[in-house]
């Protein structure tokens, strides 16, 4: 029985990863993320951005590693249409230690190069945000095509 209450006690003890200050200012950098995104807004973009040579961006099957590939990739395709609209009421942030969470949303983009047809396109976003000195930030982004609900 001791050695119950004892792991009981332990259990307890330990540090809850899921507050919900925590997931709120996930979800303020996500939505500034998504505003810069949709505002075709470089300088923005990169004050949601983990500035590390190990961000990962998968896009159209091309891995763009750092920071600054990852604008640079950007600033291209804002040249076309670019816009991002989360489903909001199915965004979920999953807490995987104290320092760094999982973002999943279902989100459709709007995408076309410049003088082409923009076509929408669903996806299943998943990001993974580290919390810095600076406050919590993008650190990858996988955006895994899915069909319309």
Same mark, same amino acid.
């Given at each position: 029985?001791?050695? +119950? /209450?004892?792991?009981? +006690? *332990? ?6 990863? $899921? ?6 200012? %996930?979800? &303020?950098? @996500?939505? *500034? @993320? ?5 505002? !075709? ?8 951005? !983990?500035? +590390?040579?190990?961000?990962?961006? %998968?896009?159209?099957?091309? #891995?763009?590693?750092?920071?600054? *590939? ?19 009421? #199915? ?9 760094? #969470?999982?973002?999943?949303?279902? =989100?459709? @983009?709007?995408?076309? /190069?410049?003088?082409?047809? $923009?076509?929408? &396109?669903? @996806? ?14 993008? +650190?990858? =982004?996988?955006? %895994?095509? #899915?069909?319309?609900?």
């Amino acid at each position: 029985m001791k050695k +119950s /209450a004892l792991l009981l +006690s *332990a259990l307890l003890a330990l540090p809850q990863f $899921a507050t919900a200050g925590n997931e709120d200012d %996930i979800k &303020t950098v @996500f939505d *500034a @993320f998504v505003a810069a995104q949709n505002a !075709h807004d470089p300088k923005a973009v990169s004050n949601t951005l !983990h500035d +590390s040579p190990n961000l990962l961006w %998968i896009t159209r099957g091309t #891995a763009i590693w750092g920071k600054e *590939a990852a604008l640079k990739r950007f600033e291209t395709l804002y040249q076309g249409t670019w816009k991002l609209e989360p489903e909001a009421a #199915a965004f979920k942030v999953v807490m995987l230690g104290p320092d760094t #969470a999982q973002v999943f949303v279902p =989100i459709v @983009f709007t995408i076309g /190069a410049a003088g082409q047809p $923009a076509q929408p &396109t669903r @996806f299943l976003m998943n990001q993974v945000l580290v919390k810095t000195a600076e406050g919590w930030r993008v +650190s990858s =982004i996988l955006p %895994i095509p #899915a069909p319309a609900p």
